[in-house]
């Protein structure tokens, strides 16, 4: 049995705001060691649980945050960017039974810790087929077209409501309650590590491939702050004005659906200027 974590860092432990994830200043560094308890707390639940591998994919801003030295010795990671499916990388090989969304947050327009999609402010808003999207909602799209269900989410306590509409039979595990996009009531490592490792202890035995989920097209809709942002993501092919600030496309399988949108973020993001955005 092999399991896939798809590891962020705004849901992690003791994480409220915007410097705790920005790589290089000094509460990253404090915070990396949190982020890495709750994504190893993971990997041992699953181990407890009967699984044979446990594949880490660092999903956040450089996707070199956690720290490796500090994980259990049977873990493998796959840490840095530019793959082909970003969050999810590794899904699409045929050998991972269930995914577990480690340190998730909320999507962009929405109350939550640090909530955003992709983008930590340009992006206003996301739609699936007209369903307001998490990165959560986005990758378990992605997940279920290979066959791969989402057994576990961790993040703030609005993170799990949120993971009740795309994974509604999966653990859930709060590691700190929403007061604000920055700030919330956090529980302890020691705390959130022992409540993740048994969820992900009961998580697999909700493992196991299921029959891929195919033959329908996605429609996804993105708001951004500003209408040159727009403007600059329709230089992708197939992406077009939608409405005010909005532009939208329509994918006919997941996997093209999010590599579009990694497209249109990379771009817009090249766009955005330093103070006026």
């Not at 974590?5 to 915070?31: H, K, N």
Request: aromatic share 8%.
């Amino acid at each position: 049995m092999k399991i896939l974590i798809s590891a962020d860092m705004e849901g992690a432990t003791g994480v409220t705001w915007p410097a705790d994830v920005l790589p290089g200043t000094p509460q990253w560094e404090r915070c990396r060691s949190m982020f890495t308890s709750d994504v190893n707390a993971a990997a041992l639940g699953f181990y407890d649980g009967g699984a044979d591998e446990v594949l880490v994919n660092e999903a956040h801003w450089s996707m070199r945050n956690l720290l490796l030295e500090h994980m259990d010795e049977r873990v493998q990671m796959l840490t840095g960017k530019h793959k082909s499916l970003s969050m999810v990388e590794g899904i699409q090989h045929g050998d991972v039974d269930a995914v577990a969304f480690v340190g998730y947050h909320t999507g962009a327009g929405t109350e939550g810790v640090l909530a955003h999609t992709y983008l930590a402010n340009s992006i206003t808003g996301v739609w699936l087929n007209g369903v307001r999207a998490s990165e959560g909602l986005l990758n378990a799209h992605v997940a279920a077209e290979y066959g791969v269900p989402v057994v576990l989410v961790t993040g703030d306590d609005l993170t799990c409501v949120d993971a009740e509409g795309y994974a509604p039979g999966a653990r859930k595990v709060a590691v700190k309650d929403y007061v604000s996009r920055y700030a919330a009531v956090c529980r302890t490592p020691a705390r959130t590590a022992a409540d993740i490792r048994a969820a992900a202890n009961a998580a697999t035995g909700l493992a196991g491939r299921r029959d891929p989920v195919t033959g329908s097209a996605f429609t996804v809709e993105l708001e951004f702050d500003a209408e040159h942002l727009a403007a600059a993501a329709t230089v992708v092919p197939g992406v077009a004005p939608s409405g005010e600030r909005r532009v939208a496309y329509t994918s006919a399988t997941m996997y093209e659906g999010i590599r579009t949108f990694k497209a249109v973020t990379t771009i817009v993001s090249a766009a955005v200027e330093e103070q006026y955005g």
